[in-house]
């Protein structure tokens, strides 16, 4: 225990997080030894849980300032569907895919900081009220028929694409974190805005910018989502908000171990903790509604016990 107490605090976060995907594998490797668990299934679980890290390590930018986001699944659903059709419609093949997706999130974000900026009211209010306009621009643009990306066009929904893209948007989601004025601002906001704004931080216009490059990682999610599923419906009613679980999950993660330095990190493996026991009680076969229970009640027991609150500190 000494030595644990000793070691740096990368080292004692990234312990934690090895030591979270061994036992969460043990448990159901031991549960359900012969369909669950191997290393193909294991390679699967990871290559799924990129997906959602893509975009849960652009929303980190805008949690850490202490914003929420329920547009999440409108904003995925919309950028898949204008992604789909500047790469299928108008014959622009991957690059319509990709920057179209990336672009319309990033627009997305825009109106989602714009609209909190100038309302002045929370952000979870404002992003759920425009999520319900985000869901009827897409079953607009949609026509109420599933978008189908064609097969030639899913090159980035398996190994090396869905790899090499998620490398490209973790890559840049830490050098803008460790080495950009904005990284300095986002963790400056976050822990004291009121502070951040006497020492002449302009705080709305960069909580704008976090909801911008947000956007813009939940467009680079939704390629990959497009491309691994192949197709995308519209829904409407808030039906989206289903898609807005996971990825928060994700940031909760990368905040309670940012005192360790490494909320990146925690993202990435704290997803393919998520992933693995999704997929651990569904070899289990267990109904949707007990997994989802047990695995809410298991995100809270990993972030109670990775999660130290100092005494006399406020729990925001």
């Given amino acids: 225990m000494n030595a644990f107490k000793n070691l740096s605090g990368a080292t004692k976060g990234y312990i934690l997080l090895i030591g979270l995907v061994i036992l969460s594998w043990l448990i159901f490797k031991i549960l359900t030894p012969h369909n669950f668990g191997s290393p193909e299934n294991m390679l699967a679980y990871f290559q799924a849980s990129l997906i959602v890290t893509v975009g849960a390590v ?11 986001d329920f547009s999440i699944g409108a904003n995925i659903i919309l950028s898949s569907i204008v992604g789909c059709q500047l790469a299928t419609t108008f014959g622009l093949g991957y690059t319509g895919l990709v920057v179209g997706a990336i672009l319309c999130g990033a627009l997305v974000g825009l109106c989602n900081g714009y609209f909190y900026v100038k309302l002045r009211i929370p952000s979870m209010i404002v992003t759920a009220g425009l999520a319900l306009i985000y869901e009827s621009l897409a079953n607009y643009m949609a026509g109420g028929i599933e978008q189908t990306l064609p097969s030639d066009l899913r090159g980035l929904g398996q190994m090396p694409g869905n ?35 006497n020492m002449g931080i302009d705080v709305d216009k960069y909580k704008v910018l976090a909801f911008i490059l947000s956007g813009a990682f939940f467009g680079a999610m939704a390629v990959l989502t497009i491309s691994y599923g192949s197709s995308m419906v519209a829904v409407t009613g808030m039906s989206s ?44 076969g267990a109904p949707t509604a007990i997994q989802d229970v047990i695995t809410g009640f298991a995100l809270l027991i990993i972030i109670t016990l990775t999660t130290k609150v100092s005494k006399g500190e406020i729990v925001k």
């Fill in 58 to 68: 652009g929303f980190y930018f805008v949690m850490d300032m202490g914003l929420f």
């Fill in 163 to 197: 790899i090499i893209l998620a490398v490209i948007t973790f890559v840049l989601a830490w050098l803008i974190l460790n080495y950009t004025k904005f990284g300095t601002y986002t963790y400056a906001i976050g822990s004291n805005e009121f502070v951040a704004k």
């Fill in 241 to 284: 908000m289903s898609r807005n679980f996971v990825p928060t999950m994700g940031c909760f993660f990368g905040l309670a171990f940012m005192k360790y330095g490494i909320p990146l990190q925690a993202i990435i493996l704290g997803e393919f903790v998520v992933n693995i026991i999704f997929f651990g009680f569904i070899s289990l």
